[in-house]
């Protein structure tokens, strides 16, 4: 089981920037997927991005195209989500999450592990 900590949410300005950070514990980082999620107040969970193990892949959701870049530093363990021209519906708590395997998904159920989550909220 890998350990997932998000790191670099915040309160931002509609239009806006912000990179979102997940750094991974172990040796395994570079084999596996990783994805980012979202969760807004009274809504279930949604994809937002993912990225293949070597990050030749990605996907994202229609809403975020466009506007957010997923990326990952292998050597680091590192996954990131940069987040531009953000809006008032990207307010939610992103999650990280460790794929099962090394190919891009959308679906929550083929991701074993779970970040804690960080807050991201857009205000004027």
């Known amino acids: 089981q890998v350990q997932l900590v998000e790191s670099g949410g915040g309160l931002v300005q509609p239009g806006g920037s912000l990179r979102l950070s997940c750094a991974a514990s172990?040796?395994?980082?570079?084999?596996?997927?990783m994805g980012w999620f979202r969760q807004a107040p009274g809504k279930e969970r949604e994809f937002v991005a993912a990225?293949?193990?070597?990050?030749?892949?990605?996907a994202y959701a229609d809403s975020v195209k466009g506007r957010f870049t997923i990326s990952r530093d292998n050597a680091k363990n590192i996954a990131y989500l940069q987040m531009n021209s953000l809006n008032f519906e990207d307010t939610a708590v992103y999650y990280c999450?460790?794929?099962?395997?090394?190919?891009?998904?959308?679906?929550?159920?083929?991701?074993?592990?779970w970040g804690q989550g960080t807050q991201v909220t857009v205000s004027s």
């Open positions: 990225i293949s193990w070597s990050g030749g892949s990605t």
């Open positions: 172990g040796r395994t980082f570079g084999l596996y997927a």
């Open positions: 999450a460790r794929a099962r395997g090394p190919g891009v998904s959308a679906a929550t159920r083929t991701y074993d592990d």
